[in-house]
């Protein structure tokens, strides 16, 4: 019966991740890497799976260190734990997938300055046990790789026309010869495709009766 | 004061430790990368040459140039990297690279600065393509583009003189020995280009170089004070044109022995005896 | 000079960095509400900035290359950045209490501001020299310092606009920040480095 219970309060971990305390949609947290690198697909996917490495990580040591780390050195120590799981993922991309590292460039070392990440050490592995945190952190990660899938998705459709480009399975959603809405590839359409998707989460959050 | 140590102590253990790791993980990805990075840049250089199997760099000049190798280990040919010269609105950067009989295989500009639509001409296949499979004399037959004359001037003189740099340095080029006594006496005007081009008047007495005068030339000031005295000196001194251009200007230095072996051919070929005009 | 001249206009117009390059979102958003906030975060963001170009530049040249350590860079940078705002903190605080009033609350706030750290990144990465670096980090502060201003002049008077109720709060800010992004694209082009 205890573990039935857990399993719930795990499940519910991830699950608030993705939907009632979506970092992008519902904290409005890590816009920069979110605006930054959604003009394609891939890179948009790519920058959710290196932030949810990173931030599963994270939230894993630093929940285990917890005891450890005084309270007045906590925010050097976390930053160092982050900064560390950083630069590791940013050697692995160099060495394993170079297109990506290229693509993704500085936001890569910039993940360290995420503020989902930083915050979730603040509000939450820093108090709460090593389970709990990497459900935590599972569930935040996913809820950021989804929103950025969300908005790549949005913008690489409207803006290029294509469907995960530069991938073996790019597709040409409307056909070769459709005039796509550069502007959405732009940065300036970065802002205000963000921004509409925040409204339409706001009405379709408010009709479901979340909050 | 336990507690400052406690606090000072914890920082210090988080960060050695972190060092260890990613001293771990860059060792063992370092190779990697370095192994991706030589591949990348093996299949760029399989655009010029197909045959390549192993390269080696060799610097000259302040610049850096690989020498092309095939299976068996002969020289194909040398590509040069990041190579500079100043076209008209700025520094171009640029490769290039030449086989191992000194022709032209290609070029690529990295960067430059020159004005879209006109002098950009120069990143254009059509211009590119009219250098391809020139060997060093026939470099100068290409034809600048009117309406961009000074860049397109420019990359000519500059991959003539870094195709010669490159001949001399890694393809044992031999160039023809010309023999000074055999010309009349007289002065001679010779043109060549060094950074930009120039011309020389040369006068020959008694089957001896005794003057050299540079009479057109816009080269950087502080690179012909560097290369003009010098080779002059040098080429009278010795009386051969197998000088060494080491001067701190090679550009320079190489266009104004250009020139005078311009000068002396000319003589030679009309049978001397004639002499130029002084446009004074 | 030439160059520093481009730098500085490169990086508060062509490329500026909150409306071209999205670095420091976070604050751009949070604290461009009202006018008094936004120059309060902007002198503080130039001092910093400016501060910490100089520092990682140093950190970075005179110590990791020459020990091959340049696989530390990020932890190191954000140590130093997170360092010099703790001194910057306490300095201020010592000697000029008034000043710290005005910016000592966004000091902390400079931390997770991913402009610092990316000015920092991008100074290394584009192989300035020092004077260069130093003038790229002030280009960089005054551009995102501008960016803020303009945001928050733009949205003081968007208090009293009738916003849709779906829209409102960050949403339509995100659409502001995207038309003055696209005014900002007539930059695109004009000068590169």
Redesign the interface.
């Known amino acids: 019966m205890k573990t039935m219970s857990n399993m719930n309060i795990y499940l519910q971990d991830i699950s608030r991740g993705i939907v009632r305390d979506n970092p992008t949609f519902r904290l409005v947290l890590g816009m920069c890497p979110t605006l930054a690198v959604t003009v394609y697909l891939i890179n948009g996917l790519g920058m959710g799976l290196s932030t949810a490495v990173v931030l599963i990580c994270s939230n894993v040591v630093i929940s285990a260190l917890r005891r450890y780390i005084p309270d007045q050195v906590r925010i050097p120590c976390y930053i160092v734990i982050i900064a560390t799981f950083v630069t590791v993922v940013e050697m692995l991309l160099k060495a394993f997938q170079p297109k990506l590292y290229a693509a993704l460039g500085v936001f890569i070392p910039l993940i360290v300055v995420n503020c989902i990440i930083l915050g979730r050490a603040e509000a939450f592995a820093g108090k709460k046990p090593v389970l709990r945190s990497l459900f935590d952190g599972i569930g935040i990660g996913l809820g950021f790789t989804v929103s950025l899938f969300i908005l790549s998705a949005l913008r690489e459709v409207i803006g290029s026309g294509t469907f995960l480009a530069d991938t073996a399975y790019a597709v040409h959603v409307f056909g070769e010869s459709f005039e796509p809405m550069a502007v959405f590839s732009q940065p300036a359409g970065a802002f205000i495709a963000l921004g509409l998707l925040l409204g339409l989460t706001n009405v379709i959050f408010k009709k479901l009766k979340i909050d | 004061m336990r507690n400052i140590l406690r606090l000072t102590l914890t920082l210090a253990a988080v960060s050695i430790f972190s060092a260890v790791i990613l001293a771990v993980v860059n060792s063992w990805t370092e190779p990697i990368i370095a192994e991706r990075q030589l591949q990348d840049y093996l299949e760029s250089v399989r655009l010029y040459f197909p045959d390549v199997a192993d390269f080696e760099e060799k610097e000259l000049e302040g610049n850096l140039f690989d020498l092309v190798y095939d299976d068996s280990g002969n020289l194909i040919g040398v590509i040069g990297k990041n190579l500079e010269y100043s076209g008209y609105g700025g520094p171009v950067v640029y490769t290039l690279a030449v086989d191992q009989s000194a022709a032209i295989v290609g070029y690529n500009i990295v960067s430059h600065s020159e004005t879209p639509g006109l002098g950009d001409i120069i990143t254009k296949p059509e211009f590119h393509d009219r250098f391809v499979g020139k060997t060093l004399e026939e470099l100068d037959t290409v034809d600048t583009v009117s309406g961009a004359t000074v860049s397109t001037s420019a990359i000519i003189g500059a991959i003539r003189g870094m195709t010669e740099a490159i001949a001399k340095a890694f393809l044992d080029y031999e160039e023809e020995v010309i023999d000074i006594t055999q010309v009349p006496d007289g002065t001679y005007r010779g043109e060549g280009t060094g950074l930009k081009p120039m011309a020389v008047e040369v006068t020959v007495e008694a089957g001896r170089i005794v003057k050299i005068e540079v009479v057109e030339q816009d080269e950087t000031p502080t690179y012909f004070v560097l290369s003009y005295p010098l080779i002059a000196d040098r080429i009278i001194e010795t009386q051969s044109l197998d000088v060494d251009t080491a001067t701190g200007a090679t550009f320079s230095a190489t266009g104004i022995v250009n020139c005078v072996k311009d000068a002396l051919t000319k003589a030679l070929e009309q049978g001397g005896g004639e002499e130029s005009e002084d446009d004074e | 000079m030439e160059k520093l001249i481009s730098i500085i206009f490169i990086y508060i117009f062509v490329e500026n960095f909150v ?8 604050p751009f ?1 949070g604290v461009s509400r009202k006018m008094e906030t936004a120059v309060g975060m902007s002198m503080a963001v130039v001092f910093v900035m400016t501060l910490a170009t100089l520092v990682t530049w140093l950190a970075y040249t005179y110590v990791l290359v020459p020990l091959g350590l340049i ?5 190191t940078f ?2 130093v950045i ?2 010099l705002v703790q001194l910057v903190e306490t300095v201020l605080r010592k000697i000029s209490p008034t000043l710290y009033q005005g910016l000592g609350i966004f000091l902390p706030l400079i ?4 402009a ?3 000015v920092a ?2 100074a290394v ?1 584009n192989e300035f020299t020092l004077v260069e670096a130093v003038v790229f980090g002030i280009a960089a502060a005054l551009g995102f310092s501008m960016a803020l201003i303009i945001m928050a002049g733009i949205r003081e008077r968007l208090e009293l606009a009738k916003v ?5 709060g ?6 502001t ?3 003055l ?2 005014a900002f ?1 007539g930059f695109k082009g004009m000068l ?1 480095l």
């Open positions: 409306l071209q390059r999205f670095f420091g979102i976070c958003l696989y530390l860079q990020i932890v954000i140590l997170a360092g931390t997770t501001n991913c610092v750290l990316a990144l991008l990465q849709p109720k779906a829209l409102q960050t949403a339509i800010t995100l659409i920040a995207g038309i992004s696209l694209m590169t």
